[in-house]
């Protein structure tokens, strides 16, 4: 099997499971979008939000650490930096630009390390504000790699 072949592979399989999560997303998006941004919530209602979160940050690992690397590998680039992948993103017309991904996953990890207490319901409305964002992103993404 040469690199090629396994490059276009792993980028398939990275394509197939961005869809699969993104579909996830899309769902809890729409839930939420119905509850809309209170300042207390009602236990299912934060659990919507939750997911939605939940569903953000894995949504965003896959796109920018599976699809994004499996593009360049399948170009035949280095695949190097955060910053040098997101800047090819940017070349190639995947991403508006550079700043709006890089919030993304500064969102990211956010909610992986400091996701508790007050800051809570901030997060819910980054992640709601960010949401559409992102799944353009996701959308653009899976054009190129399909």
Not at 125 to 138: D, G, I, K, N
């Amino acid at each position: 099997m040469t690199k090629l072949t396994l490059a276009h592979e792993q980028l398939e399989k990275a394509r197939s499971d961005l869809s699969e999560t993104n579909k996830w997303l899309q769902r809890s998006f729409d839930i939420c979008q119905k509850i809309g941004i209170k300042k207390t919530y009602l236990p299912d209602e934060f659990d919507a939000f939750e997911n939605l979160t939940s569903r953000f940050a894995r949504t965003c690992d896959f796109l920018i650490n599976k699809v994004y690397r499996a593009i360049d590998k399948a170009e035949l680039e280095e695949t190097g930096t955060l910053i040098d992948t997101l800047n090819k993103a940017e070349k190639r017309g995947l991403i508006n630009t550079v700043q709006e991904i890089r919030e993304i996953k500064e969102l990211r990890n956010i909610i992986a390390h400091e996701y508790a207490g007050a800051k809570l319901l901030e997060i819910f409305q980054a992640v709601f504000r960010h949401t559409p964002t992102l799944m353009e992103a996701v959308k653009k993404a899976l054009s190129w790699a399909g």
